[in-house]
């Protein structure tokens, strides 16, 4: 009878394909309790399947006959439909898919379908316009970031069955300009060793692994049972990867459990390879010569930095000091989760000297220097193959919220991709992160306000209107005698972000407390027992909304430079050349059109206000 009854749920589930004169039709045959197969006749391109985001995972095989037919998570349909995501389906007579763990009332066998189109066209009111997302489905770490004939290869942590966490992949992405990306297919599929996680990926120029001359190598972490570092390498400019026959070509020699994210470059002066991954609470350092065996050089960072915390996603690169071009100097950047000054995952990063062996951290170990003040800003890696620049690539969403945000075609952005360099304050040295130059191709219709003082508030009702929440804005604010000035973005609905200069605590500051929608990223923790006491034993926090701050004891001071870029869900600040940047989502109801600047307490001058409206 369950068989019956669910082919005639499946009837709807048959679509006509024009061009052989046939149907695609499934039908139901239960395997075993909680298994099912779907026998699809003539098989159309893709199987949708029907997403409940509120659903447990199921389990969804397309069934090969191969060892390595391997079963993705899929959070099925069982009251209602969020929307469908698409499995591929052989050419051929008949392909065969497993079901497992759905319930035989569940509406996923009303919804489930066949179709030679998938539409990706763009449902979410918060897809951004001008930064890079995937098409559909989820995204986090960018990873593999490479430069090759003149593209630039941006790989991401995916999963093409579902908009939050799950079933990772390395998605795909290609530009020539850093701002115009056109999505491939996945590069990297989720197999039987486990979750794709994240690496990267360089040029083998001279054949060292011996996959060919100009291949491009990828390392990523296998996590399954435990986590393990493999290769994979493409000749085919990074649209396809071949994974190692002799993976995993490095294992923890502890047994560590959390092992991941290998980041490769080559170190000339040794004339080897190195590997950093990211080992718990430090970076081991790993070298090689072939790319396929590794030797261990030594680890850093335990006790550095903030603390708890886990290093995550790490990167090495050198850069050279401004105002010296002859000097340059080693950065370690480490993404880590939690660790956050205001909460959650944030990157942060370590300067000093590296001799092939050992790296030297010049400051103190409890010194802590991030790279973004905001609270969306992780997992930064930077591109290998660039030459000179060093442009560096952030996910931007923090994990302490990341599968909730209001959206559902798509979770996941990068924020704007930013050049790094060095700058010396107060016998420190820092990284300057700066929006690349190439965003700069994006302007379109300018308004310029000129310069403008303030005293209170001054409306520009027109900087901004008609821009759909997408632009940029540039001024430089002298606040003189005022306790604060700053820009205000609003809008009709009465939601507002606001960026502004607090000379009194000598910070950059953008609150997004009343941003728009803000309510998702609720949790409760436990009071002190003495509070419990008296007020019961939770207390109420919102990880979202809230405001973030940079000291301003990073830039010169007197007149401050502010590029503040805003899309559909996001305000990136830039402060004098990237001495600061600070990254936040903002979800409006309503476009921000309107731009108000203030100054309390005194007067403050904005000058050459402009704003520039930014589309792909």
């Known amino acids: 009878m369950r068989k019956i009854v669910m082919a005639l749920l499946l009837a709807a589930a048959c679509t006509a394909l024009a061009a052989c004169g046939r149907r695609s039709t499934i039908t139901v045959e239960c395997e075993r309790a909680g298994s099912d197969l779907l026998r699809i006749a003539h098989p159309a391109k893709y199987l949708l399947l029907p997403v409940e985001e509120a659903c447990g995972e199921a389990r969804v095989t397309l069934v090969t006959g191969s060892p390595a037919d391997v079963a993705m998570d899929v959070r099925l349909a069982h009251d209602s439909v969020d929307y469908f995501v698409p499995m591929e389906l052989p050419a051929g007579a008949e392909a065969v898919v497993r079901v497992e763990g759905v319930a035989p009332d569940a509406v996923f066998w009303e919804k489930v379908s066949v179709s030679d189109r998938f539409d990706t066209g763009n449902t979410d009111r918060y897809r951004p316009v001008y930064h890079h997302t995937p098409p559909y489905g989820w995204m986090n770490d960018p990873n593999g970031l490479v430069y090759k004939d003149g593209e630039y290869h941006l790989y991401y942590q995916y999963n093409p069955y579902g908009s939050m966490w799950g079933n990772m992949h390395w998605g795909h992405s290609v530009s020539r300009d850093l701002v115009h990306w056109e999505p491939l297919p996945a590069a990297i599929a989720r197999d039987t060793m486990g979750h794709i996680f994240s690496g990267s990926a360089v040029v083998d120029r001279e054949n060292d692994a011996g996959f060919g001359r100009d291949a491009i190598i990828a390392f990523y972490t296998s996590a399954g049972d435990s986590q393990v570092q493999c290769l994979a390498y ?16 490095l294992t923890p020699f502890d047994g560590l459990r959390d092992f991941r994210d290998p980041k490769v470059f080559r170190y000339e002066p040794a004339k080897r390879w190195y590997m950093i991954v990211s080992a718990y609470k430090e970076m081991r ?92 800003h992780y997992a930064t890696v930077c591109f290998s193959n660039t030459g000179s620049r ?20 798509h979770r996941g952005a990068n924020a704007l991709p930013r050049e790094l360099s060095l700058f010396t304050k107060d016998g420190e040295t820092y990284v300057a992160a700066d929006v690349v130059g190439e965003v700069r191709s994006l302007r379109g219709r300018t308004v310029a306000a000129g310069d403008v003082t303030v005293e209170g508030e001054k409306v520009l009702a027109e900087l901004v209107k008609g821009l759909g929440g997408a632009f940029e804005i540039e001024a430089d604010i002298t606040p003189g005698d005022a306790r604060s000035a700053g820009i205000e973005l609003c809008n009709a609905a009465g939601e507002k972000a606001v960026v502004y200069l607090d000379m009194e605590s000598g910070r950059l500051v953008m609150d997004r407390t009343a941003s728009g929608v803000v309510d998702f990223g609720n949790r409760t923790e436990a009071f002190t027992a003495e509070d419990a006491a008296v007020t019961g034993p939770m207390n109420y926090v919102n990880d979202f909304a809230l405001a973030t701050w940079a000291p301003l004891t990073l830039c010169e001071g007197g007149t401050y430079h502010l590029d503040i870029f805003v899309d559909s869900c996001s305000v990136e600040i ?28 005194g007067a403050a001058r904005f000058g050459d206000v402009t704003a520039y409206g930014l589309s792909m």
Not at 234 to 249: A, E, H
Not at 574 to 596: H, K, S
């Open 234 to 249: 493409s000749t085919d400019n990074g649209r396809t990867f071949t994974k190692y026959g002799g993976n995993p070509v």
């Open 285 to 376: 350092l790993y070298s090689s010569e072939d790319m396929k065996e590794w030797e261990y050089v030594g680890a850093f960072g335990d006790g550095y930095g903030v603390q708890p915390r886990m290093f995550e996603c790490p990167d090495f690169v050198q850069l050279p000091v401004e105002g010296d071009g002859s000097r340059r100097k080693w950065v370690m950047i480490v993404n880590v989760n939690p660790g956050c000054i205001f909460g959650g995952s944030a990157t942060e990063y370590f300067v000093g000297d590296f001799d092939g062996e050992t790296f030297v951290c010049e400051s103190a170990p409890e010194t802590v220097k991030w790279l973004d003040y905001g609270k969306d």
């Open 390 to 409: 060093t442009i560096a690539v952030p996910w931007m969403s923090n994990w302490q919220y990341a599968n909730d945000t209001p959206q559902r075609q």
């Open 574 to 601: 830039f402060v004098d050349g990237g001495r600061i940047a600070m990254t936040n989502l903002v979800f409006p109801t309503e476009a921000y059109d309107t731009v108000r600047l203030f100054a309390e307490g």
